[in-house]
């Protein structure tokens, strides 16, 4: 299986990190508990469309989203340029986007954080 984005090497730095700062560990999942409590609670479908929206004007497309629901399992598809190194980078960080300063939404890194509400 490939690794195009790298994330074994983030996934190995990330938990260097925490071993080397237990602190760090208690202060990530502490922040991350507190977004999905109350800074993106309820905002799953708002910030999925948002990064959509981003997404379709990266690429210079009409945005389109489609939402679906096949039994417990929620669908979310949308046009535009896809995930790249950068946005995997983002993904695996709190507080780091790697959306421009031009970006409608989303260059603070923290609203994918609403998944939390509905994921593992």
Known sequence: MTDPFG???LRAGVVAAWRGSPTRL???AATEADLVRAGY???L???LAQNAADAAAKAGVAGRIAV?????TLH???SGAPLDVSGVHALTALRASGKTEGATVGRFGVGFTAVLT???
């Open 68 to 72: 679906w629901l096949d039994g417990r």
């Open 26 to 28: 208690r202060e990530d």
């Open 118 to 120: 509905v994921s593992d």
């Open 7 to 9: 994330t074994a090497e």
């Open 41 to 43: 609670r309820d905002r």
């Open 45 to 47: 479908l708002t910030e």
């Open 76 to 78: 979310i598809a949308n």
